[in-house]
């Protein structure tokens, strides 16, 4: 039988550890990254893991955009030059969110909020605060 040391290092080491993204996740983000021109990725993240998406793509209307399309049809290769950042902020988030802004095509801020659970403390009979 564990101890209760063994018990909560093991804990500690599972939520240390950095957990790898699904392929959706990776999918998401990669087509969000080169192919919308305005709008946010919002990304909920618990225990490590994405949770929830929520994706919000703003078609601005003006002289300059009538004259071309909105939807871009083709899909290339590349990979976006922000993808390894948001994707190492992604990652270090247990508890939060991460929310991508693009405008014009390009990442114009990136808003990591992240929560922390605090498990160590106890009320003045042992229950949790």
């Not at 990254?33 to 990725?41: D, E, T, Y």
């Not at 929520?54 to 003006?62: H, L, Q, W």
């Amino acid at each position: 039988m564990q101890s209760c040391s063994d018990a909560k290092n093991n804990v500690a080491n599972l939520r240390g550890a950095i957990k790898p993204l699904p392929s959706q996740v990776f999918d998401i983000i990669e087509h969000f990254l080169l192919n919308v021109q305005h709008g946010h990725l919002i990304l909920m993240i618990q225990d490590g893991f994405v949770v929830k998406i929520d994706k919000i793509e703003k078609f601005m209307i003006s002289a300059k955009s009538r004259e071309g399309s909105f939807l871009i049809k083709e899909k290339t290769k590349k990979k976006h030059p922000m993808q390894m950042k948001i994707l190492s902020d992604l990652q270090s988030i247990r508890y939060g969110q991460l929310v991508i802004h693009v405008n014009n095509g390009q990442v114009g801020q990136i808003e990591k909020t992240e929560k922390r659970r605090i498990d160590e403390l106890e009320g003045l009979y042992g229950d949790g605060i």
